[in-house]
T-cell receptor, first 112, second 115 residues
């Protein structure tokens, strides 16, 4: 059973376009993290969202945590080739020994 | 601050052979994780250590996989004997543990190909 569903699984867009990636669950998380992984490297943490309804911005990336803390979205404005990579969401639950529940990822390709 | 170190970066072996991977976490990080990642998918937790104790190894195929973190610092993951389906990237990550948040810091991974 996949507790965190990510959509779309694959996305190929042109430079300058906007996109949104979704991370959904039927379970409540105490916090949710977004990571980006480039080919040949390990995932790198982009952001952690903690409060329901929270919105965080990181340059052209906007992250939102759902009010019920069951889902999250990542919106990229004016995508650039450097945004290419695998975007992973991971949810945390209190008392879970610092174990994260991982989504399967969204593979994004931004073409110049 | 040095990041998580892993070696080797690449390994090619034949099925039924054995292989070992090494990980050195960020200094001071109590928790160490080993993940298996199939190309283009999310990481699958194999084993989690808190200092030198095992917290979770529920998804570790114990008939062929083993891991240790004897001194609570670096760790090794071994596969013996390897199967074709073990071809994947093996990621090591570390975090502060119970004293910190959930943020995990990853090494570059070891890409294993079993032929």
């Amino acid at each position: 059973t996949q507790l965190l569903e990510q959509s779309p699984q694959f996305l190929s867009i042109q430079e300058g376009e906007n996109l949104t990636v979704y991370c959904n669950s039927s379970s409540v998380f105490s916090s949710l993290q977004w990571y980006r992984q480039e080919p040949g490297e390990g995932p790198v943490l982009l952001v952690t969202v903690v409060t329901g309804g929270e919105v965080k911005k990181l340059k052209r990336l906007t992250f939102q945590f759902g009010d019920a803390r069951k889902d999250s979205s990542l919106h990229i404005t004016a995508a650039q080739p450097g945004d290419t990579g695998l975007y992973l969401c991971a949810g945390a639950r209190d008392g879970n020994n610092r174990k994260l529940i991982w989504g399967l990822g969204t593979s994004l390709a931004v073409n110049p | 601050e040095a990041g998580v170190a892993q070696s080797p970066r690449y390994k090619i072996i034949e099925k039924r052979q054995s292989v070992a991977f090494w990980c050195n976490p960020i200094s001071g990080h109590a928790t160490l994780y080993w993940y298996q990642q199939i190309l283009g998918q999310g990481p699958k937790l194999l084993i989690q250590f808190q200092n030198n104790g095992v917290v979770d190894d529920s998804q570790l195929p114990k008939d062929r996989f083993s891991a240790e973190r004897l001194k609570g610092v670096d760790s090794t993951l071994k596969i013996q004997p390897a199967k074709l389906e073990d071809s994947a990237v093996y990621l090591c990550a570390s975090s502060l543990g119970l004293a910190g948040g959930y943020e995990q810091y990853f090494g570059p991974g070891t890409r294993l190909t079993v032929t």
